[in-house]
């Protein structure tokens, strides 16, 4: 059965069409991955998905997107998280800087029920994440990068969700940081984590996924297995420097 499926999705910015009825696919278990350059429709995807707006929010012109085959169009983003469990990494991880990494992690339970013991799953982001352990009385503003690259990834998981979207996770790591956070969502993947994932770096997001469609400009102008588009001469060409 197929977890989550956006049908000819039609979204407008204003006056700015940003997708001209895409449509994919993701299935229980997998981790797929959307390619493209800036401006392609790829994050404009995950906040139509996700219904958590920009400032200047999204408009949903015709299409649908349907969660285990019941369209989501009009469910509020609070039901998104904590009835359906898909929780969104944003793109720039929007951390809380003034509070600590543990403060971060316990605010991310904020609609689950509090009469569950969080101390194993707070465990679990530690395990994941040995930095974390280190500094999780530290403020969050005062950590790296990668370190608030990995909070922003535990701080998601403490929501119970079950599907995670990321955008653009790798952006701004130092190489050892990237591979160190990718071997977690392949971790995480063969743990039973459902996978949708934005990445600028093409090469690195096809070498983890099982599958992947590429955006241009609002529309998918490919698709197909991960080793199929890493295959692709006009793939290679636009997005892995081949």
Same mark, same amino acid.
């Given at each position: 059965? &197929?977890? =989550?499926?956006?049908?000819?999705? /039609?979204? !407008?910015?204003?006056?700015?069409?940003?997708?001209?009825?895409?449509?994919?696919? /993701?299935?229980?278990?997998?981790?797929?991955? =959307?390619?493209?350059?800036?401006?392609? %429709?790829?994050?404009?995807?995950?906040?139509?998905?996700?219904?958590?707006? +920009? +400032?200047?929010?999204?408009?949903?012109?015709?299409? @649908?997107?349907? #969660?285990? %085959?019941?369209?989501?169009?009009?469910?509020? +983003?609070? &039901?998104?998280?904590?009835? =359906?469990?898909?929780?969104? *990494? $944003?793109?720039?991880?929007?951390?809380? %800087?003034?509070? &600590?990494?543990?403060?971060?992690? *316990?605010?991310?339970?904020?609609?689950?029920?509090?009469?569950?013991?969080?101390? !194993?799953?707070?465990?679990?982001? #530690? @395990?994941?994440? $040995?930095?974390?352990?280190?500094?999780?009385?530290?403020?969050?503003?005062?950590?790296?990068?990668?370190?608030?690259?990995?909070?922003?990834?535990?701080?998601?998981?403490?929501?119970?969700?079950?599907?995670?979207? =990321? @955008?653009? $996770?790798?952006? %701004?790591?130092?190489? /050892?940081?990237?591979? @160190?956070?990718?071997? &977690?969502?392949?971790?995480?993947?063969?743990?039973?984590?459902?996978?949708?994932?934005?990445?600028?770096?093409?090469?690195?997001?096809?070498?983890?996924?099982?599958?992947?469609?590429?955006?241009?400009?609002?529309?998918?102008?490919?698709?197909?297995?991960?080793? !199929?588009?890493?295959?692709? +001469?006009?793939?290679?060409?636009?997005?892995?420097?081949?």
């Amino acid at each position: 059965m &197929t977890l =989550l499926a956006v049908e000819n999705l /039609v979204v !407008k910015y204003g006056n700015i069409q940003a997708l001209h009825g895409i449509n994919f696919h /993701v299935n229980p278990g997998e981790i797929v991955t =959307l390619i493209g350059a800036n401006g392609a %429709g790829k994050t404009t995807s995950l906040y139509a998905i996700t219904r958590l707006p +920009p +400032p200047e929010a999204p408009r949903v012109v015709s299409g @649908d997107i349907l #969660f285990e %085959g019941n369209s989501i169009l009009k469910t509020p +983003p609070s &039901t998104v998280v904590k009835d =359906l469990k898909l929780a969104l *990494v $944003p793109e720039g991880r929007h951390i809380f %800087g003034n509070l &600590t990494v543990m403060e971060n992690l *316990v605010l991310a339970t904020y609609a689950r029920d509090q009469k569950i013991d969080f101390s !194993k799953e707070y465990q679990r982001i #530690f @395990d994941l994440f $040995p930095r974390l352990a280190e500094r999780k009385d530290q403020r969050s503003e005062s950590l790296s990068g990668g370190e608030q690259q990995m909070l922003a990834v535990g701080r998601a998981l403490m929501t119970g969700c079950t599907f995670l979207l =990321l @955008d653009e $996770p790798s952006m %701004g790591l130092a190489p /050892v940081l990237k591979y @160190d956070l990718f071997r &977690t969502l392949k971790r995480l993947n063969e743990e039973g984590m459902t996978i949708l994932l934005i990445e600028q770096n093409a090469n690195l997001a096809l070498h983890l996924a099982h599958r992947g469609y590429v955006l241009d400009t609002g529309e998918i102008v490919a698709e197909g297995t991960a080793e !199929k588009l890493l295959g692709n +001469p006009e793939v290679k060409k636009a997005y892995l420097g081949g």
